[in-house]
């Protein structure tokens, strides 16, 4: 049975720094991973989706790399800001109808 | 391009009563998914529908859940009769269908059962 963890459970950081957010999953046989963050309050607006054959997804700030032989992702986001105040999960895609196995998440703050 | 439309967006029952969500998916897309996320928890997928049919149900707890899809597009998940573990938020995803593309979610909807 999959499982995903993330590690932290709660981040805080000052504006500017970069954000370095783990995801592993203990089955390497996945079709994809998506990163997807949720504001409180609010349903989950996706931000990456990396596919089993690719090693990293980018897009403007944000990059997520993919290990699947180790069963992690990582997710950087650059020069932080207030804005990126959020919940950040992510998700392993496991079989060919697209049913995704959610982590925790990791609560983040960005300090002005 | 309209999103994932879900309603009500708050509900607050007692245990033992009924309760019904609501969910328009984006038009096109053949595969919805309701899931259910307990506060501090990662969404928990209750059932998978590919247009008409059921594709995953394995999580959905059959003796008090209920879900139906009419006609392929919107979509309606039932509590009958609510305990106070059942209080979440539900969320309602759609995409084109299969592996490999992007899910959008709805706004949720948050059950309270008291």
């Known amino acids: 049975k999959q499982e995903v963890t993330q590690i932290p459970a709660a981040l805080s950081v000052p504006e500017g720094e970069n954000l370095v957010l783990n995801c592993s999953f203990t089955?390497?046989?996945?079709?994809?991973l998506q990163w997807f963050r949720q504001d409180p309050g609010k349903g989950l607006t996706s931000l990456l989706l990396?596919?089993?054959?690719?090693r990293e997804q980018t897009s403007g700030r944000l990059n997520a790399s993919l290990d699947k032989s180790s069963g992690r992702s990582t997710l950087y986001i650059a020069a932080s800001q207030p804005g990126d105040s959020a919940t950040y999960l992510c998700?392993?895609?496991?079989?060919?109808?697209?049913?995704?196995?959610f982590g925790a998440g990791t609560q983040v703050v960005v300090t002005p | 391009e309209a999103g994932v439309a879900q309603s009500p967006r708050y509900k607050i029952i007692e245990k033992r009563q009924s309760v019904a969500f609501w969910c328009n998916p984006i038009?096109?897309?053949?595969?919805l998914y309701w899931y259910q996320q307990i506060l501090g928890q990662g969404p928990k997928l209750l059932i998978q529908?590919?247009?008409?049919?059921?594709?995953?149900d394995s999580q959905l707890p059959k003796d008090r859940f209920s879900a139906e899809r009419l006609k392929g597009v919107d979509s309606t998940l039932k509590i009958q009769p609510a305990k106070l573990e059942d209080s979440a938020v539900y969320l309602c995803?759609?995409?084109?269908?299969?592996?490999?593309?992007?899910?959008?979610f709805g706004e949720g909807s948050w059950l309270t059962v008291v």
């Open positions: 529908f590919q247009n008409n049919g059921v594709v995953d």
């Open positions: 995803a759609s995409s084109i269908g299969g592996r490999g593309n992007t899910i959008y």
């Open positions: 990396i596919q089993s054959s690719q």
């Open positions: 038009s096109g897309h053949a595969t």
């Open positions: 089955d390497s046989a996945i079709y994809n």
């Open positions: 998700a392993v895609g496991g079989d060919s109808w697209g049913k995704l196995q």
